[in-house]
């Protein structure tokens, strides 16, 4: 009973829900395990909001040159 207590605490100490513990063998693709364990670690260094940054700048500047070759 004591070591379920102390892994229970640091279950709640790492924020990951007990019922969410087996869901890694659930996960078929490794990416997404990968990006599931960096989202579980306190400094999330697992986060997209750089990633989609980038893509949007991406596709803007993709389509600014489709509507300036279409002015030509």
Known sequence: LLAW???LQ?????S???RHID???FIKIE???????????P???GYLVGVNKKLSEKEERSR???V???KR
Do not use: A, G
């Not at 997404?32 to 670690?41: E, G, N, P, V």
């Open 31 to 41: 990416q997404d395990r990968l990006f599931l364990q960096q989202q579980i670690k």
């Open 68 to 70: 300036e070759d279409q």
């Open 43 to 45: 400094s999330r260094p």
């Open 23 to 25: 869901v890694f063998q």
């Open 5 to 7: 207590t102390n892994f």
């Open 10 to 14: 640091i279950l709640v100490y790492f």
């Open 64 to 66: 600014l040159r489709i």
């Open 16 to 18: 990951i829900s007990p």
